[in-house]
Nanobody
Framework: VQLVESGGGMVQPGGSLRLSCTAS????????LAWYRQAPGNEREWLGA???????NYADSVKGRFTISRDSASNTMYLQMDNLKPEDTAVYYC???????WGQGTQVTVSA
């Protein structure tokens, strides 16, 4: 299975972005997908995860601002990010939970 993220970009504080993570290959076998981010000089941070049945959980740092969803028909997971702050600036990655399969990452920059 391979993962490809998209949807990153630059946005002003208070704005929104939606990231996508599309799985290819034997994607139907993937149950839990997770989102991470890594800012310069920081360790990679877990943001949340989703399951095929639509469940999701979140890190406290993004709870209430970020929403994870899945579309099993397209093997895609989304990360809706609202009320973005400059400290959300990072490279965002998706990952298959319990594996070492990562996407290539997509840059999100929040700046006035």
């Amino acid at each position: 299975v391979q993962l490809v993220e998209s949807g990153g970009g630059m946005v002003q504080p208070g704005g929104s972005l939606r990231l996508s993570c599309t799985a290819s290959g034997r994607a139907a076998s993937v149950n839990v997908l997770a989102w991470y981010r890594q800012a310069p000089g920081n360790e990679r941070e877990w943001l949340g995860a989703s399951t095929l049945d639509g469940g999701a959980n979140y890190a406290d740092s993004v709870k209430g601002r970020f929403t994870i969803s899945r579309d099993s028909a397209s093997n895609t997971m989304y990360l809706q990010m609202d009320n973005l702050k400059p400290e959300d600036t990072a490279v965002y990655y998706c990952k298959i939970a319990g594996s070492n399969v990562w996407g290539q990452g997509t840059q999100v920059t929040v700046s006035a």
